[in-house]
């Protein structure tokens, strides 16, 4: 019997240590020390390595760290291996995932958990899984004449990685910001373009509802006309339709 008590006890400190490691994981997690976190949970795992927690949460510390992303997929799949039933573990997925800009992979991370439980947090994760994708898809400079209604002239839009939207009309180019809904169908695209005149204490004008879509034949655009609710089908004078590429080298 002096065996097995010796065994209990070492079992009871070792779970005790890989507690009180785990512990100082997420302490040094919340004071932003993240390398000092992965080490604590690294520590943990060594001595008690069935832990889905510290899985979960080393991959949320090597995501903050950056530069890690493959390590944190690599925990977030190991944490989903060990709790199936763990949502969390999805949406450390999903994270990784965008971080190596594998958005299809994301949002079947999201939809495998999504499965389990219809969790709100995980839906919302989707949604930006799905607005961050399409958000990637149209980055760069794309080129196109709007409606005979609208001036007919030649514009040029290039989305860039910030969210910042540079629109070039009739050789005048202002910066504003875009944001997209990826969760809508078709895809709602924002943008939001600063105005210079606008007298003191007159409130900014609204952003630009437009829908959106991408495909072979470009990007697909449709703004409002005469009015400002988003428009619902590609047609009328608030269409045009983007080829990639910039209006100088087109």
Sequence with gaps: QVPAVRLASSQVAAAMSAAEKKDEGNAKFKAG?????????????????????????RSASYLKLGNSAAEALADAQRC????????KG???????????????????????????????????????????????????CWHGQ?????????????????????VEVLGRSIVGRFWVDGGAEPKHLNIQIPMTDIPPGV??????????????????????Y??????????????VLMKKGSLTKA
């Design 33 to 57: 020390d993240f390398q000092g976190a992965i080490n604590a949970y690294t520590e943990s795992l060594a001595i008690d390595p069935t832990q889905h927690l510290c899985f979960s949460n």
């Design 80 to 87: 989903i291996e060990l709790a199936p039933q763990f949502l």
């Design 90 to 140: 999805y949406s450390r997925e999903a994270a990784a995932l965008q971080a190596l800009r594998r958005y299809e992979d994301a949002a079947a991370a999201c939809e495998r958990g999504l499965n389990i439980d219809n969790d709100t947090a995980l839906r919302a994760i989707l949604a930006e899984v799905k607005s961050n994708h399409f958000a990637y898809q149209i980055k760069g």
């Design 146 to 166: 709007v409606t005979e209604a609208l001036g007919g002239y030649e514009q040029e839009m290039e989305f860039m990685e910030d969210t910042s939207v540079r």
């Design 203 to 224: 409130p900014p004008p609204p952003p630009v509802p437009y829908i959106a879509k991408l495909d072979d034949q470009g990007l697909h655009l449709c703004c409002p």
């Design 226 to 239: 005469m009015q400002m609710e988003r428009p619902k089908e590609f047609s009328g004078p608030g269409f």
